[in-house]
Antibody, heavy 116, light 112 residues
Framework: EVQLMESGGGLVQPGGSLRLSCAAS????????MHWVRQAPGKGLVWVSH????????TYADSVKGRFTISRDNAENTLYLQMSSLRNDDTAMYYC?????????WGQGTLVTVSS | DIVMTQTPLSSPVTPGQPASISCRSS???????????LSWLQQRPGQPPRLLIY???NRFSGVPDRFSGSGAGTDFTLKISRVEAEDVGVYYC?????????FGQGTKVEIK
């Protein structure tokens, strides 16, 4: 069974940093592209970033470019999102998503709150 | 970026009655491989999104057959043949043909 378990969320001050993790199990992690999608409280879904299966290719939403870095460790079956220069509007539930040609599996999410 | 427009944004439905949600994209979602990567997600209250339909009309594993998807090009529809209480939630269309992925605004399905 595909499982994605996010962690690392919490309360951080504006300008601070946080690293999210997504532990994958139940499938060959290194064979799939992975994504981060976020959802501000009471709002819709917004794509944040993607990484290809071997980590050689990444893309970012304009709103996080230069501040967030996606990476992965295929030996540890883990996806990461390093977030820096955090702003109030980065407050959201962050989901990791496995993509297989349109078939997505979603994790449970980890909540990031940016507030002073 | 491709804009995904859903209608209606709210849909009160009587149990046992059908419901339909429309999703329109600002550009064609046909990929160079010939596939159209348009999916429908369900998000129940307090839960993460869950895949219902992928590539326009394919039901994901475990999804009841009262859910169906249709459409082509830029116009797509999700239908629930007979709404049940457990179908309450917000439904999103999402295109994954082009980067960045973009989502519809969400349609809230509630029981009358």
């Amino acid at each position: 069974e595909v499982q994605l378990m996010e962690s690392g969320g919490g309360l951080v001050q504006p300008g601070g940093s946080l690293r999210l993790s997504c532990a994958a199990s139940g499938f060959t992690f290194g064979s799939y592209w992975m994504h981060w999608v976020r959802q501000a409280p009471g709002k819709g879904l917004v794509w944040v970033s993607h990484i290809n299966n071997d980590g050689s290719g990444t893309t970012y939403a304009d709103s996080v470019k230069g501040r967030f870095t996606i990476s992965r460790d295929n030996a540890e079956n883990t996806l990461y999102l390093q977030m820096s220069s955090l702003r109030n509007d980065d407050t959201a539930m962050y989901y990791c998503v496995r993509d297989n040609y349109g078939v997505h599996h979603w994790g449970q999410g980890t909540l990031v709150t940016v507030s002073s | 970026d491709i804009v995904m427009t859903q209608t209606p944004l709210s849909s009160p439905v009587t149990p046992g009655q059908p419901a339909s949600i429309s999703c329109r994209s600002s550009q064609s979602l046909v990929q160079t491989d010939g596939n159209t990567y348009l999916s429908w997600l369900q998000q129940r209250p307090g839960q993460p999104p869950r895949l219902l339909i992928y590539k326009i009309s394919n039901r994901f594993s475990g999804v009841p057959d009262r859910f169906s998807g249709s459409g082509a090009g830029t116009d797509f529809t999700l239908k629930i043949s007979r709404v049940e209480a457990e179908d309450v939630g917000v439904y999103y269309c999402v295109q994954t043909t082009h980067f960045p992925w973009t989502f519809g605004q969400g349609t809230k399905v509630e029981i009358k």
